[in-house]
C-alpha cells in the first residue's frame, strides 16, 4: 500500500496551493482519509478529513472556511484546496487513510487510528 503526496510548494501569504494524494489503495472507498500537518519543532495535527463517499467533510477550525477537502474514488485520490494561505500553515502536510467501523461518524482525529500514511509534502507560506 503506498500514498503519494504532491503538491507542496511556496507561496505568499493569500495565495493558494492544492495538495493531491494518490492512494494505491483497492479498496479506497473503504477507507476515511485525512490530511494532518507538522511543522517545525510541533506535533502532527489534523487538518481537515472526509469520508468514504465523500459526503461529510470535518476541518480543524484554524482552517475552516479556508481549506476544502475532496476525494475522488473512482481515481484513488484525495485533494486538499487551500486558500487564503497564512504564515501559520507552514508545515509538512501528510495524507492518511483510516478504515473505520461501517457505521462510525466523522473521522478520527487522532492520527495513530490511521492505517496508511503518504511521505509528506512541503508547504512553506512566506509572509
Known amino acids: 500500500v503506498q500514498l503519494q503526496a504532491s503538491g507542496g510548494g511556496l507561496v505568499q501569504a493569500g495565495g493558494s496551493l492544492r495538495l493531491s494524494c494518490a492512494a494505491s489503495?483497492?479498496?479506497?472507498?473503504?477507507?476515511?482519509s485525512a490530511w494532518f500537518r507538522q511543522a517545525p519543532g510541533k506535533d502532527r495535527n489534523f487538518v481537515a478529513g472526509i469520508s468514504r463517499s465523500g459526503v461529510n467533510t470535518y476541518y480543524a477550525d484554524s482552517v475552516k472556511g479556508r481549506f476544502t477537502v475532496s476525494r475522488d474514488n473512482a481515481k484513488n485520490m484525495v485533494y486538499l484546496q487551500m486558500n487564503s494561505l497564512k504564515p501559520e500553515d507552514t508545515a509538512v502536510y501528510y495524507c492518511?487513510?483510516?478504515?473505520?467501523?461501517?457505521?462510525?461518524?466523522?473521522?478520527?482525529?487522532?492520527?495513530?487510528?490511521?492505517?496508511?500514511w503518504g511521505q509528506g509534502t512541503l508547504v512553506t507560506v512566506s509572509s
Open positions: 492518511a487513510v483510516a478504515s473505520v467501523e461501517p457505521f462510525a461518524v466523522g473521522v478520527p482525529k487522532n492520527q495513530y487510528e490511521y492505517d496508511y
Open positions: 489503495l483497492r479498496t479506497f472507498s473503504n477507507y476515511v
